[in-house]
């Protein structure tokens, strides 16, 4: 609900505002955009459409009144950034001021539901923390990589680790396959028939999630792909490194004192 929220604030700023936001970067190399950071990281960005989205107002107001408008808002405002601000809006293609005037509002009934659908996440979220507190996988949050969510997605998913003897059990749970990289419509290995998975489809995605940043943030894990790429598919190569990192996680888990995703002594990549 956040995503599709934050998209159709997207396509309203896009018609009110052309070039406020210039997604892709081959746009980036043909229009210099207002603001280098993304959208969802730029408080100014998220204040402007607040205070003023319509770009008929801005391309006619100093930069002394939009700083004051800012202000009026307990949000900051500088002169060289207002002064920047309004030479954007004075050189775009304003759009029609119908047009505009429509989507400005609607534009404060998406914003004002996604920041109220983003203060329940972040209560959940909270709550999340909490019972993740109760069980033995908090040991996990110490690991770069992986965020409380991340874990205790991935704590959800498995259970009680009494349940389980070693890290294969858990990943043969998952329904993953290290040796292919099919999928619900395409079975490389097989005569084109769709493939069902068996396994814990939400324990699968909790440990490709997990993944996905652990391999930014942990080198051994990082290595042990790309070197699997070099002779198998992408995507039989992460799933291979998703049951490496299954086992490390594991022995984490069992030891209680890592900090760090290493391999056992004298095993190679």
């Known amino acids: 609900m956040r995503t599709s ?4 604030i997207i396509g309203h700023l896009d018609r009110i505002f052309p070039g406020l936001i210039i997604m892709g970067d081959e746009a980036k190399e043909r229009y210099e955009p207002l603001f280098a ?18 770009p008929h107002m801005l ?14 808002h307990n949000y900051a405002m500088g002169p060289v950034r207002a002064a920047k601000i ?6 775009v293609l304003l759009p029609d001021p119908e047009l505009v005037a429509i989507r400005c509002q609607l534009l404060p009934h998406d914003v004002a539901l996604l ?18 507190a109760q069980t033995p996988y908090p040991v996990w949050t110490k690991l770069k990589g992986l965020s409380d969510i991340q874990v205790a997605s991935l704590a959800a998913a498995i259970g009680d680790p009494a349940n389980y003897k ?29 493939v069902v998975k068996v396994g814990d489809v939400y324990l699968r995605r909790a440990l490709m999630n997990a993944l996905a940043t652990l391999i930014l943030h ?4 990082r290595d042990y792909c790309n070197k699997l790429k070099v002779s198998k598919p992408a995507g039989v190569a992460r799933v291979a490194t998703a049951r490496r990192a299954m086992g490390i996680l594991w022995a984490v888990l069992r030891d209680r004192h890592s900090e760090t995703l290493i391999l056992k002594k004298g095993v190679k990549m």
């Not at 391309?59 to 800012?70: K, Q």
């Open 59 to 72: 391309a006619a107001m100093s930069p002394h009144d939009l700083i004051g408008t800012f202000h009026a």
């Open 166 to 194: 070693y890290a294969a059990q858990v990943f043969r749970r998952s329904g993953l396959v290290p040796g292919r990289n099919d999928s619900g419509t395409r079975q490389r290995k097989g005569k084109g028939k769709k």
């Open 115 to 132: 920041e109220d659908v983003q203060h329940h996440i972040v209560q959940l979220e909270n709550r999340l923390r909490t019972l993740l």
């Open 5 to 8: 929220l934050q998209n159709q």
């Open 86 to 91: 309004i030479a954007y809006a004075n050189k």
């Open 218 to 221: 942990q080198p051994i894990l």
């Open 37 to 54: 950071t993304d959208f969802w990281e730029c408080q100014t960005m998220q204040h402007l459409i607040r205070v003023c989205p319509n």
